[in-house]
C-alpha cells in the first residue's frame, strides 16, 4: 500500500480511504435534515434584508434547476440546498462518489519526455511539442472522471406549512412559527 498524503492507494490505482457508504452516508443524512432547520434557500434574484441581519438572503421563489440552487457544505460533503416551503429539495454530494472512482492519475513516461517538450518549445516547434505532451505528459486516462450525486433528499411538510401560514409578517413573507417542545 502506497500512502500519497491523505489517500493510500493499494496497488490497483483504487483508494482505501477507510470510508465505508453507511460511515457517509448517516452523518449525511443528519445535515441534510439539520439544514432544513435552517434558513431555507430559494433561487430567485436575491437580495439583502433591509431589516434584521444583513447578510441573510432573501429568495423569491424555488430554485428551478442545480444552478440556481444555494451550494452548502465542507468541501468533503456537500448540498445544493433548492428551497421551497411546501416542499424542500437537497441534492447531496460527497466527494468519494465518482463515475469509475478516483485513482492515481500518474503517467510515468512523463518525466522522460519533459527534456524534448522543452527542447520542441524553445524551438518554436509548438505542434511537435503539444503532440508528444498529448502523448506522454498528460495523466491515464487524460480526464478526471466526474462526480457523481451522492442522492437527493426530499421532505414535504404541506399540512404543517398550510396551517403556519395563516401567521403571515406585515412584509408578507409567510413565517413558520417553531415553539420548543413541552415533552422531553
Not at 29 to 34: F, K, M, P, T
Not at 52 to 73: D, F, H, I, M
Not at 122 to 149: I, M, T
Request: aromatic letters at 6%.
Amino acid at each position: 500500500m502506497t500512502d500519497h498524503g491523505t489517500i493510500r492507494t493499494n496497488g490497483t490505482g483504487e483508494t482505501d480511504d477507510g470510508y465505508t457508504r453507511r460511515g457517509v452516508l448517516a452523518p449525511g443524512l443528519g445535515a441534510a435534515a439539520g439544514s432544513l432547520l435552517v434558513n431555507g434557500a430559494a433561487a430567485g434574484p436575491a437580495r439583502a434584508a433591509t431589516r434584521g441581519n444583513p447578510l441573510t438572503l432573501w429568495y423569491t421563489r424555488p430554485a428551478a434547476q442545480c444552478l440556481e440552487a444555494l451550494p452548502v457544505g465542507c468541501g468533503r460533503l456537500g448540498a445544493m440546498v433548492f428551497g421551497g416551503v411546501e416542499t424542500e429539495r437537497l441534492q447531496l454530494n460527497e466527494d468519494g462518489i465518482w463515475a469509475g472512482g478516483p485513482h492515481d492519475y500518474d503517467n510515468p513516461e512523463a518525466l522522460a519526455a519533459l527534456p524534448q517538450i522543452r527542447q520542441w518549445v524553445w524551438e518554436d516547434k509548438w505542434q511537435a511539442a503539444q503532440n508528444l505532451a498529448d502523448q506522454k505528459f498528460l495523466g491515464r486516462p487524460s480526464e478526471q472522471a466526474p462526480y457523481q450525486v451522492l442522492g437527493a433528499y426530499v421532505t414535504v411538510v404541506t399540512a404543517l406549512v398550510r396551517s403556519a401560514t395563516r401567521h403571515r409578517p406585515a412584509a408578507g413573507r409567510p413565517v413558520l412559527p417553531v415553539r420548543p417542545s413541552s415533552r422531553r
